[in-house]
């Protein structure tokens, strides 16, 4: 089945910095998503991607859809403290028997030090 | 009012025991998931079910039985626990089945099961 490589594992960074995150797939999505999941909680949509080489922005996060439709990166810009969580990036399949399914990354914890 | 809703939160069991983990959507969707999240964080679709009929099981063992009374609702019966089972389980729900913009996926806050 399809798999999805997220990198990098965790990372622990200075309130104010910047941060990339990406996730590559075997195989072609036709939607990337990125969500965060807070302790406790359920994962909430951070940015979806519907065509390949998009780029959006929603306040401080960027995410691009890959031109190969293989890939997508989320950045981080001037990080803060309650962006602490773990980001999960997200394909969805448009055909076959898994239609619309979400197929999700091993996810990305994120510590900020203030 | 929470979009997706499902109890219990927290459940502790032993080994063996039938337990079942409810799942409501207040959002008119017609599609409805139930994830489950191991101890690692990796996230992993169990079933998937458009107005009420089941379209998505990914080879989750029979002891496993979502049931969806109507289409907002989707609960998931778990027969003769084991430890292995241990984790946390999302319910989630979209619009549609589809990969479009208006089929936007929906979590609950999870229902965090400990086989004991």
């Known amino acids: 089945g399809q798999q999805l490589n997220q990198s990098p594992q965790s990372m622990f960074i200075q309130e104010g910095e910047d941060v990339s995150m990406n996730c590559t797939s075997s195989?072609?999505?036709?939607?990337w998503l990125w969500y965060k999941q807070d302790p406790g909680e359920g994962p909430v949509l951070l940015i979806a991607?519907?065509?390949?080489?998009e780029l959006t922005s929603n306040g401080r996060l960027t995410a691009q859809f890959g031109i190969t439709r293989k890939d997508s990166f989320l950045n981080i810009s001037a990080s803060i403290p309650s962006d602490v969580g773990i980001y999960f990036c997200?394909?969805?399949?448009?055909?076959?028997?898994?239609?619309?399914?979400?197929?999700f990354g091993q996810g990305t914890i994120l510590t900020v030090h203030p | 009012d929470t979009a997706v809703s499902q109890t219990p939160k927290y459940l502790v069991t032993q080994m063996g025991n039938d337990k079942s983990i409810k799942c409501e959507q207040n959002?008119?969707?017609?599609?409805m998931y139930w994830y489950k999240q191991d101890s690692k964080k990796f996230l992993k679709i169990m079933f998937s079910?458009?107005?009420?009929?089941l379209i998505i099981n990914e080879t989750v063992p029979n002891r496993f039985s979502p049931k969806s009374p109507d289409k907002a609702h989707l609960n998931l019966h778990i027969n003769s626990l084991e430890l292995g089972d241990s984790a946390v389980y999302f319910c989630?729900?979209?619009?549609?089945?589809?990969w479009g913009s208006g089929n936007t996926i929906y979590f609950g806050e999870g229902s965090w099961l400990t086989v004991v």
């Open positions: 195989s072609i999505f036709n939607t």
């Open positions: 079910y458009n107005n009420k009929e």
């Open positions: 959002l008119g969707h017609d599609t």
């Open positions: 989630a729900s979209s619009q549609g089945s589809g």
């Open positions: 991607l519907y065509k390949a080489g």
């Open positions: 997200a394909g969805r399949n448009a055909g076959g028997t898994s239609y619309g399914k979400l197929t």
